[in-house]
């Protein structure tokens, strides 16, 4: 099946600090990919829909000055956590697909900000 | 808007026994249905889909799902589970008019006696 790899699978950071963590589809191209949000022991919560060569898409709720989404090329999605907090620290899992409604999802992100 | 609800949020088993989680999606057009398992730090896995054609699905590691249309549904199954079937368990609707986007429910964590 279809890859998709993350980058870092775990950071920590310091409370003021900016994160990058990058999506990549590893055997095929996706012009959407989608970044997560999971906190312990609950659900995923979509966070924002990144678009190749556009605007990334943000759900209700979601600021979007502080998760910056860049969907560079065809295989690579960036999620950059600007000024992160405490708050932030949660499980980043992004997902892409080759077909449409057929997602695979990356191994995740441990974000802990210290 | 699309929505998804799993009614069984923890459920304890001994082996051997048999296993039904429901799930119920709301949304009034065409539905992918999905469910995928999460097993203990490990990403996100599909086990089964739903796109069209027989109601009856069947998945990796024994398990199938019925979409029955007319209760909105798309229950998962398995005749006999094992140990390492511990895990959690994540239903997931995607509309014909979301585009890619998956929307997930809340999750069932399930865990398998020896």
């Known amino acids: 099946g279809a890859v998709v790899s993350q980058h870092p699978s775990w950071v920590i950071c310091k409370s003021g600090t900016s994160v990058k963590i990058e999506c990549r589809s590893l055997?095929?191209?996706?012009?959407?990919m989608f970044w997560y949000r999971q906190f312990p022991k609950q659900s995923l919560m979509l966070m924002a829909t990144?678009?190749?060569?556009?605007?990334?898409?943000?759900e209700q709720g979601v600021e979007k000055d502080k998760f910056l989404i860049n969907h560079a090329s065809l295989t690579l999605s960036t999620l950059t956590v600007t000024s992160a907090h405490p708050e932030d620290s949660s499980f980043y899992i992004c997902?892409?697909?080759?077909?449409?409604?057929?997602?695979?999802f990356g191994p995740g992100t441990r974000l802990t900000v210290t | 808007a699309q929505s998804v609800s799993q009614h069984n949020h923890h459920v304890i088993l001994s082996e051997a026994a048999s296993l039904e989680l429901g799930c119920n999606y709301s949304?009034?057009?065409?539905?992918?249905l999905f469910w995928y398992v999460q097993y203990p730090g490990q990403h996100l896995q599909l086990l089964l889909k739903?796109?069209?054609?027989?109601?009856l699905v069947k998945g990796i590691k024994g398990f199938e799902a019925e979409f029955i249309k007319s209760k909105f549904s798309f229950n998962l199954r398995k005749p006999s589970v094992q140990w390492s079937d511990t895990a959690e368990y994540f239903c997931?609707?995607?509309?014909?008019?979301?585009?890619?986007?998956?929307?997930f429910g809340g999750g069932t964590r399930l865990m398998v006696k020896p």
């Open positions: 997902s892409a697909g080759p077909f449409s409604y057929e997602q695979y």
């Open positions: 055997d095929f191209q996706a012009t959407t």
């Open positions: 990144s678009n190749e060569g556009s605007k990334a898409t943000y």
């Open positions: 949304y009034g057009g065409t539905v992918n």
């Open positions: 739903y796109f069209s054609g027989d109601p």
């Open positions: 997931a609707v995607n509309g014909n008019n979301a585009g890619n986007m998956l929307t």
